[in-house]
């Protein structure tokens, strides 16, 4: 298993094995986890690092979200307000925090400064779902041109994070975005579209949309 140094290099993605762990070590600084996405891997825990390149990879196409008809009367009703990059800190705390079936989370103290450390040079990014002025979804992620990684998302109301990445695949597509990567499918976004595509086709799709001239915000 290869261990990374302060260098700034990853292996190839083609060599991780086949549970996908890639390598591990080397840190979070800013400058390695956005060439980690520009080169399809992603962190997943901090003690110790350890760099990921699943194949296959789970994507959502951006025109092909499934949005059930329970889930669109909702959405019409509106209960919620919607926002984006106002509580990244908050969202990802949340996150974060124990859940029902979720009593542990990859989403460490380190982890938790390093994306917000990535949130404040531009390239990570939140929606928030309020109930008034209570947080009760979210979703964050990172972007880099046409290409976004959705990292995490959490609810405390129902269908709220399903609300979120409905907003967030609208958002996306009207921006200008490419791929949205959603790296191993859950049974949520497995639900609303996603899909498994080869590792090698979706390093091809990444390369061309991080170069893209597309903004988040």
């Not at 260098?7 to 070590?25: H, I, N, S, W, Y």
């Not at 499934?66 to 949340?94: D, G, Q, Y």
Request: with cysteine; proline share 6%; glycine share 8%.
């Amino acid at each position: 298993m290869p261990v990374l140094t302060q260098e700034l290099a990853f292996p190839d993605p083609t060599q991780a094995r086949t549970d996908g762990l890639l390598a591990v070590g080397g840190d979070l600084s800013v400058e390695r986890l956005l060439l980690a996405y520009r080169m399809g891997i992603f962190p997943w825990s901090s003690a110790p690092i350890s760099w990921w390149s699943p194949d296959p990879r789970s994507i959502i196409p951006l025109g092909g979200l499934h949005i059930s008809r329970s889930l669109a009367r909702t959405l019409r009703r509106c209960p919620w307000r919607i926002t984006l990059n106002t509580a990244f800190r908050r969202v990802i705390e949340a996150c974060a925090a124990p859940a029902p079936g979720r009593e542990e989370t990859w989403i460490e103290p380190l982890i938790i400064e390093a994306y917000t450390r990535l949130h404040q040079s531009g390239h990570a990014h939140s929606l928030e779902v309020w109930e008034g002025d209570a947080l009760v979804g979210g979703i964050y992620g990172v972007a880099i041109g046409g290409f976004f990684a959705g990292e995490s998302m959490f609810h405390v109301a129902n269908d709220a994070s399903k609300a979120a990445l409905v907003t967030l695949v609208s958002h996306l597509r009207d921006r200008g975005f490419a791929l949205f990567d959603t790296q191993i499918a859950s049974p949520l976004t497995r639900s609303m579209g996603a899909i498994d595509i080869p590792r090698r086709s979706y390093l091809e799709r990444l390369g061309a949309a991080v170069d893209l001239d597309a903004r988040f915000n």
